[in-house]
């Protein structure tokens, strides 16, 4: 993905590039994805390949070298493993407010997240979305989801597990909840003592999650 500003970072006849591109989109050298981004087409024995997800969003990700934003929900799900559907929509993490926006096909929506973006704790931040998604998740089970997600808690480098148990603290109760749980059953109690203690002991958390996958519900309060 590129803008005439990628291929020449000064120009002083601006129309004449954007022209010059418009003429290769024409051609069926290059496609336009949306006023002033361009990418050259990649192809598969099936056909035309669309953009990777990355490079339509990369500008909304990184800005100077710093990270300003993550891809999540429906735009991770396929990655790790949660669902078998490609979705149009583009999910992206970040500090703050922000209104959605429409880059050709893709619509990008922005998701708030209270813990400070950095390079370290993006894969955390996106696995603890996906709980807190969980219901969302298209082509699948709360169970099978669930399931899944105790996987690559299980998976979580035991050097980055205390990062993970911190990041849960600025999330809802409901996500922490089941945050609490799923740590329980891949580490041990004494990892998710924390994030219990957080909880009001009389709430209830609706999540319809069967006992046969998360056995230790009802200390969390979980349904």
Known sequence: MFTYTDLIPTVENT??????????????????????????PKYS???????????????LLEKDGKIIGYLTGYS???????????????????NGEKKSITRGMYKIKFIKQANLITKNNIQL????????????????????????????????SPNKINLFKKLILKYTSS??????????????SDESQLIFESLNSASKYIFHI??????????????
Do not use: H
Request: hydrophobic share 40%; net charge positive; aromatic share 8%.
């Open 76 to 94: 991770i799900y396929n990655y790790l493993g949660l669902s078998t559907q490609m979705a149009n929509t583009i999910q992206i993490g970040v």
């Open 210 to 223: 069967s006992e046969k996958v998360l056995p230790n519900k009802q200390k969390w309060n979980i349904q």
């Open 45 to 59: 024995e099936f056909g035309e390949l669309k953009p990777e997800t990355y490079q339509v969003v990369k500008d």
């Open 175 to 188: 996500t922490r909840a089941l945050t609490g749980a799923i740590i329980e059953i891949a580490y041990n």
């Open 125 to 156: 931040l996106q696995i603890l979305d996906c709980i807190r998604y969980i219901k969302d998740i298209p082509d699948t089970t709360i169970d099978k989801a669930c399931k899944q997600i105790i996987l690559l808690v299980k998976n979580i």
């Open 15 to 40: 129309a004449a590039v954007i022209k010059s591109l418009n003429r290769m989109v024409k051609s069926g050298k290059i496609r336009k994805l949306s006023k002033g981004r361009y990418y050259k």
